[in-house]
C-alpha cells in the first residue's frame, strides 16, 4: 500500500471534525499520514485568549483519538480574516501545502461563515495544478454543519456531494471526537449537537448505500 | 382560524409519508383538509396487480395514522406515465385541483425516477397562476429518499429546502405511518429505512432551529 | 389577527419604496408593524451631508405615506459599507434585529450595487436559525430596479422571484412614496423612472394573477 | 446596407408577437427579411379547424402589421408535438432553415409549455454549426409572457436576457399587432393583456437605458 | 494491483474514444479490464445497415488499439432511441451492468443529441448506489465534441470537468483509434476532426498540469 | 464602414494577448481602434520595478503586432487591487471608459486570480447602461488560461462561451504576440505555453465552424 499524506484544512478547531471526523479516522485507521490545518480561531482582540487555548486543547484531543499525525495552527482570529492582505493569507496557506506535499486536499465548502469563504479562497490558489499542486491527487470541499446549510438558496452555491465516504466503522470515533469539543457542541436539538452529527452522518450515508457517511464536494481529481 | 384545503400529490403510495408525514400530521391535528392525490402504482403490466392491492391497503393505513382528509388513487401503472399522452395526464390532475380547489399544493421534486418528473410537469401546468390556481397561495416540491439525492449532482437539479416545517411533535406520527409501507420500507441501512427518514428529519431540522423537520422547495408563493 | 413585526433592511433610502413600497402599504393597512432599517446613504467624504439630508427628509415622507412604523438609519457612508469590519457591520445589524424581534425580515437581492452585496452577507448572518433568528418566520430578498437587473447573466446570480405579493390596492401609494424622492427618481425612460417602477409591478403582478405585485426570492421559510 | 434573413420560429401563432413584435417591426422597417415559421396551432382533434383558421388570420393581419416578409405554417395540433417521432420534427425544421438559409435564428425559451420545449430541441439540432448553420450569425431565445416566466424557479432554467433590443419607435405597432390577436390576448389584468406585454416592454427597455425594449437570452454568436 | 473492471458506455460507436480513447488505452495498459457498451448506432429504418456495419468494423479496429477487453452492441436505431419504452431501455443496460459488475461506470454526459440524454438518463438509474451499483467505486461523464459543446449555454447544463486523466503517454493511440473511424471523422476544421480532438486534449492536460488529458464530470464516488 | 471603437479591459499585460490576441488582430485590421487598458502588473511591493518595466516592453511589442490603437496602464500593484477603495479603482475605470467612448467593452472573466474578480466588478459598475454607458453595443468576458479554468467547477462560475469570433486568418499574429511575452510564456505543457493556446483556439473553433476562435461570454447586447 502507498501511504498518502492527506492535509485537512479547517477554518476553526471543530470543522475538521464535524466535515470529516470519519474520513480522517478511516484513513488514519489504514495507516495514511493525515495533517491539519487549523487557519482561525476564537482569538483576541474580538475573544479572549482563554477561549482559544480552550479549543486547542479540546482539538487536540480530538485529533489523538481520531489518528490525527501532525497539526498546525496559523492563529489568524476569528472573523478577521479579511484583515489580512490577500497575498499574505495565501503564503501562509501555500507554505504549508509546501512543507507537507500533499495527495490529498480537503478543504471548507464557502458557506455562511466569512472565514470559511476567505479559506476556500486561498485553498484553490494553493492547490492550483502547479508546482507542488500538480502532485495532488485529489482537491474536495466538506461541509460543515451550521454553516454549509445556511448559504442562501439558489443565491450561493448550495453544497450537493459528488463522493460519500464510508465510516460506518468510524462513526463512534468521529461522535467520540466531537465530544471533546464541549465548548463548542450544544445540546439537541442545537444545529451542532452530536445528535445532528449523526443523523447527517446517517443520511448521507443511507443514500449512497451505507450505513452513515461523510459527503464532498470534488473541485478536482488528477489521475 | 381559516381551513385550508392542501393537496399532496404523490407519485406512488409512501412518496407522500417519506416526504410530508409530519406535515400532513400538523396540519391535519391542526383542523385542516389534507387530501391526497397519488397518481400510479405498482400496477400491471409491469406488475401484478396483488403488488398494487397492498401498497393502497398500507396507504389507507399510513393516512389513518396522518389523519388525511380525503385520497385519490388514479392507478396509472408505474414507469409507464410516460406512455399516457401528456395532455391526457395534464386533464387528471387539473380535474383533481378543480375539484379539491386547494389552497397549498405540494408535489414530488423532479428527481432520478421518471414519474416524479413527469407528474412534476402536469403539477406545473395544473397550477398555474390562471382560473383556479389564482387561489392556490403555495406551491412547493418535497424531497423523496431514494430518489431525490440521486439526482446527478450538478447536472440534474439538486434539491436544497428554502421552506422547513418544525415537526418535532408529529415526527413519532411520521415513522408510524412509514411502518405501514411494509412492502417498500427496507432495514437499515436501506435508503427507505425507518432510520434513513428519522435522519433526515433530524439534519432538516436542526438546521433550521427545531428538532426534528420535513424540507421543501417553494416554487410560488402568492400573498 | 396576530400582529407581525416586519423588518425591511434597506441599503439606501429609496431602496425600501422601489422594492417593497406597496407590500408595507399593504402591511400596514392590515395593522402589522413595519419597520425599516435604513444602513447607508449619501454621506461625506464621498457626498455632502446635504445630500444625506435631502433623502432622509424624501424618506421620512415616504414614510409615512405607506405606514411605516419605525425607522432607523445606521449613517454609514455610502460604497464605504467594505471600510466598516465585517464583525461590526454584523453587529449594528444584528441589534437591530434583536430589538426588534421580526416575524419577519425582507433584505436586497446582491446585486450590482455592492452596498446591496454587503449589507444582504450582514443579513444573512442576522437571520439565521439560532437565538432570536429562530422566530423569523420568513426570510426574503427584494429587487431593486436599477441593481438588481445590472448583475451579470449566468455569472452573478439573477433575481427569479418565487413570492409574489398581491400590490393591486396599493399601487397608488407605492409611486406616491415613491415620488417623494425627488432627488433620486428620474424621468422616464430612466431605470428608477414612476414609469419604470409602475412597469415593473404590472409585469411581477399579471405574471401571478393579479394587477400589480410586488417579487421576493424566499431564501428561508420557518413553518 | 446588407439585406438580413432573420427566421423567427413560433410554436403557435402570436408567440412572435408577444415576444418578438417590435423587433419584427424594427428589422423590417431597416429593410431586412424577416421570415415566420409556426409550428403549431389550435388543430384538431383537441381544438376545432375553426379556432385554428381564425388563429391563422389573426397572425396574418399582425403580420401584415409587423412587416413580415414571408410566413411558414407547419400545421402540427399544439400540445401533440411529441406525438411526431423526433427526427421527424428536427426535419421539418431543418428544411425550413434550408431553404432561408438565415442570418439570424430566434426560438422560444424553453419553458411552461411542452410545445416551447420540443421546438426549442429541434430549433437547437437546425442550428448547430455545420453546414447551412455556419452563416447563422446569432442564435437566442426569446421570452413569451405566461409561459416562460412559469417555469419553476431554481428548478427549470429562469429567463434572464443578455441581448435587449430598442423598440422605443416601435412599440405601436407591436401592441396593435398583438390586438389582432383577439381570440388569444386577453382583458388586464391577464398575463397576455395588452397591459402585461407594453408593461414587459418598458421593464426591458428602461433597465437597458431606453424606453421600451424586447429581451433574448443569446445562444450562439459566431463573428 | 486490483484489476479493475471498467464499464464505459457509448452511444454510437466513435463516442467511446472521442471522449475517452486515451482513458481506455491507459487503464488497459495498467491491467485493468475495459468493457464497452455501444447502445445504438446508425440503423434501419433512418440508416442503412451497410452503414451501420461499417461503423461496427471501424468499431472493433479501434477497440483493439486501445486494448478494449470486451464490446457489447444492443443495435437499437439512432435517434429512435425515444421509441423504446423507458423500462426497456432501463432493463438493457442494467442487465449489462449486473452481468459485467463494474468497479467505474463511465456514461455520456447529456448533450444535444438526444440520445446521449436518454442514455445517461439510463445510466444514471442502473448505476443508483443499490444492488450491483453500490460497488461502484465512481460514476462519471465524459464530453463528446461537436455535441457536448453545442448544449445550449446558461439553459442546458454545461460541461466543466472535475476530472483529468493525463493521456499523455496515449494520446498517440487515442488519434490512431480515432482515425479508424474514416466514416465519422471529418477533416479539419470538422467539429470531429483529429486535430480537433488533439487540441481539446491538448488544453484539457495543459489545464490541469500535464500535456495531454481528457476531462470528466464526476457524479458518484463512493470510497 | 462605421469604425468602431473597442475598450478591452487587462489585468495584467498579456491577458489581453491570452484573451483576446486573434480579435484585436482582426478588428484592427478591419479599420476599428482597439484600446487596451491595462489595470494592474507586476509592481513594488510585491514585485521588482524591473519585472513589471519587462513585462510593458513586452506588451508593447505584442500590441504592435496586433495593432493596438491606444493602451493605458493604470500601474497598480498585482494582488493588492484590493488595498484600493473600490470608489477609487472604479472612478479609474469610469474615467478611461468616459475618455474612449466605446462601442463595445471586454474584460476578463472572473475567476481563480483575485485581481481579475475585482477588475470584473469595477468593469460592471463602468458599463452599465447609464451615461457613457447607454452607447455601448456589447459588453463580455473573455477566458484566460490558467486562471478561468481553475474556478472550481459548480461553485463558482465557470465559462461557456456564448460568442465565438472566427480568427483563423489572425491564429499566427495571436500566438507572434504571446510570444513577446517571454517572461509570461511557459513550455509545452505549461498551461500558458504557446501550444496550450493555440489548442484551446482549435478547439473554441472547430465547435463553432471555424479553425481558430476565440470565445467570450456576452453579458450585455443592445442594439
Known amino acids: 500500500m502507498t501511504v498518502k499524506r492527506i492535509l485537512i484544512i479547517a477554518p476553526h478547531p471543530d470543522d475538521e471534525t464535524l466535515g470529516l471526523g470519519g474520513t480522517i479516522a478511516k484513513f488514519s485507521s489504514q495507516g495514511h499520514e493525515v495533517s491539519i490545518l487549523v487557519v482561525s480561531g476564537h482569538l483576541p482582540p474580538l475573544y479572549k485568549q482563554d477561549d482559544y487555548d480552550i479549543t486547542v486543547s479540546e482539538a487536540k484531543k480530538a485529533f489523538k483519538i481520531l489518528g490525527v499525525s501532525n497539526s498546525h495552527f496559523l492563529e489568524i482570529p476569528a472573523t478577521l480574516i479579511g484583515d489580512i492582505p490577500v497575498n499574505e493569507l495565501n503564503n501562509k496557506i501555500n507554505h504549508v501545502v509546501s512543507d507537507i506535499r500533499p495527495h490529498m486536499v480537503l478543504c471548507p465548502y464557502p458557506d455562511r461563515h466569512i472565514d470559511h469563504r476567505l479559506i476556500f479562497d486561498s485553498a484553490m490558489v494553493a492547490t492550483r495544478p502547479v508546482g507542488v499542486g500538480k502532485k495532488i491527487e485529489i482537491v ?62 446517517k443520511f448521507r450515508g443511507t443514500q449512497a448505500g451505507f450505513g452513515f457517511g461523510e459527503g464532498l464536494h470534488i473541485i478536482r481529481k488528477l489521475s
Do not use: M
Not at 167 to 196: M, W
Open 140 to 201: 474536495a470541499a466538506y461541509e460543515t454543519l451550521s454553516e454549509t446549510h445556511w448559504n442562501a438558496p439558489h443565491i450561493e452555491p448550495n453544497f450537493t456531494p459528488n463522493w460519500v465516504i464510508d465510516i460506518t466503522n468510524h462513526i463512534e470515533k468521529k461522535l467520540d471526537a466531537l465530544r471533546c469539543y464541549k465548548s463548542q457542541v450544544s445540546e439537541f436539538p442545537g444545529p451542532r449537537s452530536i445528535e445532528a452529527a449523526e443523523a447527517l452522518a
